[in-house]
């Protein structure tokens, strides 16, 4: 499968004509909500590699979710005008640790990345997040807000997720186009308030 031109291009916004287009990746942990979230903002027929779980991966794809029957095995792909002159190709990378290599390459050229998590599955969302850092990605964190999942404080999340004040940390429903559409712009304002071409 081919990636558009765009996946492999430089770490900054760039111009086309009137536009200015980003990369995203969308990282986080299996089943976090990350092909909901591509497929629901992406103004594009999204591109998916969704196979169906079976029972020869049981052991490394285990979930007790029961709604839960697929998972994404390459990525997620999707297209947002986030605003008239800002357009969004978002990546999204499956969660578990055997695809880890599929999200290193997915990184490239990614201007930052939106991380899900499910505070279900807290422990499953440190090495995402190590990953990303390792990287050298700008990040913000988005909670998705699942039904039954235990809320907790912002503060006790950045202390267990050790994250840097600066770093943002949203909530949002990865079902809800307006709420996953706040969570990147709030990781847009991060990124184009951290870069170089924004200081000056």
Known sequence: MS???????EASPKLRGDE?????????HFAAGKTTLVHGLS???PVSTEEVMTSAGADV???DLPDKSKTTVAMDFGRLHLSHDLVLYLFGAPGQPRFFPVLEDLSIGALGALVLVDTR???ETYPILQLVENLGLRYAVAI????GAPVIPDQRLREVMALDDGTPLV???????????D???ALIHHLLTHTPEAAR
């Open 3 to 9: 990636l558009p031109a765009f996946a492999n291009s």
């Open 20 to 28: 200015r287009t980003a990369k995203i990746l969308v990282a986080g």
């Open 43 to 45: 103004q594009i027929a």
């Open 61 to 63: 794809d285990y979930t």
């Open 121 to 123: 599955r807290l422990a």
């Open 144 to 147: 998705n807000a699942f039904a």
């Open 171 to 181: 909530w949002c429903d990865a079902r809800d186009r307006d709420s996953s559409r």
């Open 183 to 185: 969570a990147l712009i």
